[in-house]
């Protein structure tokens, strides 16, 4: 089992920055990719970046150029670094833990930070 703790979220004017982090504990070992969710009301929740073991990112076409995931593997721990925030970024952002073969498999999800992007 794997836990996740997430934190960075908050208020921000449109064209702002806001970094968001995860720590991860458990059974990390048995992951191999992380990634970030994001689920605005009445939406289907969808995957805005994974980041799988050896560095290879993936990115939802709507925050291409916008948005960087990153990871440290020693603190166990995945970031999203969120730039040129519009209010359409608006959304929970859940963290995720799994494994990647060929496609994303999620196994464990973190609580969710509320990222409010204000016109």
């Known amino acids: 089992q794997v836990q996740l703790v997430e934190s960075g979220g908050g208020l921000v004017q449109a064209g702002g920055s806001l970094t968001l982090s995860c720590a991860a504990s458990?059974?990390?070992?048995?992951?191999?990719?992380m990634g970030w969710h994001r689920q605005a009301p009445g939406k289907q929740r969808e995957l805005v970046a994974g980041?799988?073991?050896?560095?290879?990112?993936d990115y939802a076409d709507s925050v291409k150029g916008r948005f960087t995931i990153s990871r440290d593997n020693v603190k166990g721990t995945v970031y999203l670094q969120m730039n040129s925030l519009k209010p359409e970024d608006t959304a929970v952002y859940y963290c995720?833990?799994?494994?990647?073969?060929?496609?994303?498999?999620?196994?464990?999800w973190g609580q969710g930070t509320q990222v409010t992007v204000s016109s």
């Open positions: 995720s833990a799994g494994r990647y073969i060929g496609s994303y498999y999620w196994v464990s």
């Open positions: 458990g059974s990390i070992r048995s992951i191999n990719a």
């Open positions: 980041i799988r073991s050896g560095g290879s990112t």
